[in-house]
């Protein structure tokens, strides 16, 4: 067991939890990490860059020092592919072989619809809130759009609730600068419930906090197209010379160079254990995958972790030749936050809870981002 190699495909949020379970378990293996930089850039701590809460520097955490502490050997690439059952991973520096395989790579944002490199989609990465940021520094009034949508073939592929976080933030900043009455806000999205995967009350909630800060909606109108000034929609079009918005997810373009079973979404298909079904010791964890459950399973850093977990517990057991079936737990546990307050939304198989608006909840999700990143720095 000691020799066993092991190899984690992606520096996030599932691919460094994984390299922290397996150690937790075995100190032995050798695990090998393939990333193009030996960084995580702490996503959920984007909404704050537009208000400059948060700089880019605050979310680029280094990773040198943990990959040094956990005994891990970085490999700095690309995935370009696999081979023989996933026992060689191709990369733009090299193949390399492993006894185990764990995939982390995300996924990517669907970019079909015409026009959308007029839409600023801040998932992306930090840039993206960067540009926001820097947009919203130069305009001095007018339209702003913010909207999300999904993949049609696959519900749980889909971020609507950082959407819901730059909306309600960029409101209480404007408010703040006193600019607010120079500005129209709209929300827009193909649903008519949006946000329906955070709960019931989630939906009734976030509508009602749209109408009470004056955000107009378009809801439930397929969406046609982006250009520069606008957004439209079968339903009519909203002006918009900032368009910001959350496309749905897809698969990572190297899976078309494998075998890979793919789900109708384009995520790799995957078990109730992060197995990929018919390979070997090949396993899945996060936004790559598209794994049993509620069509309201979240693609949140929180599941990632929680399937990391199991993905670790059963390559263990399967190398050791144990009989391991690790299952994770569905939970959708997060703050949508406004700058200066936090609403509260947990949600499991059986039951669903939102606590309302609260500066408490703002100052705790600060203290978990704090908490997280200290295991990484």
Request: overall charge positive; glycine content about 10%.
């Amino acid at each position: 067991m000691t020799h066993s190699r092991i190899t984690i495909l992606g520096a996030g949020f599932a691919g460094l939890s994984a390299v922290r379970e397996l150690r937790k378990r075995d100190r032995g293996c050798e695990i090998t990490l393939v990333a193009p930089r030996a960084e995580l850039h702490y996503l959920p701590g984007i909404i704050w860059i537009p208000s400059g809460l948060r700089t880019r520097e605050d979310l680029v955490i280094p990773l040198d020092n943990f990959f040094r502490r956990t005994g891990v050997r970085f490999h700095p690439a690309e995935v370009v592919g696999l081979e023989q059952g996933g026992r060689l991973v191709k990369t733009s520096a090299g193949e390399l072989s492993n006894d185990a395989l764990v995939i982390a790579t995300g996924g990517r944002f669907l970019k079909k619809l015409p026009g959308i490199e007029h839409a600023i989609t801040p998932c992306e990465g930090i840039a993206a809130a960067e540009r926001i940021r820097d947009r919203l520094r130069e305009m001095t009034g007018g339209n702003i759009a913010f909207g999300f949508a999904g993949n049609p073939n696959e519900p749980s592929a889909m971020r609507g609730g950082p959407m819901f976080e730059f909306l309600f933030g960029i409101d209480e900043q404007l408010r703040r600068e006193g600019r607010r009455d120079a500005f129209r806000l709209t929300f827009f999205s193909p649903a008519e419930q949006p946000g329906n995967r955070l709960g019931p009350k989630a939906v009734i909630h976030l509508l009602g906090e749209m109408k009470r800060r004056d955000i107009l909606t378009h809801l439930g109108h397929k969406l046609k197209s982006f250009d520069a000034s606008r957004v439209l929609t079968e339903g009519g079009e909203i002006p918009a010379e900032m368009i910001v918005f959350m496309p749905g997810m897809t698969g990572n373009a190297w899976f078309d160079a494998t075998t890979l079973p793919r789900s109708p979404g384009g995520l790799l298909q995957a078990d109730a254990n992060c197995r990929v079904p018919g390979f070997e010791r090949v396993y899945v964890c996060g936004d790559s995958g598209s794994f049993p459950g509620p069509d309201w399973m979240p693609k949140q850093a929180h599941m990632a972790d929680l399937q990391a977990a199991a993905a670790a517990a059963n390559l263990l057991g399967d190398l050791r030749g144990v009989a391991s079936n690790e299952t994770f737990k569905v939970e959708l546990m997060c703050i949508v936050d406004s700058i200066d307050k936090g609403t509260l939304v947990w949600r499991t198989p059986e039951r669903n809870v939102l606590l309302p608006s609260s500066r408490l909840f703002h100052w705790a999700k600060r203290g978990f981002e704090k908490q997280y990143l200290r295991k990484y720095r």
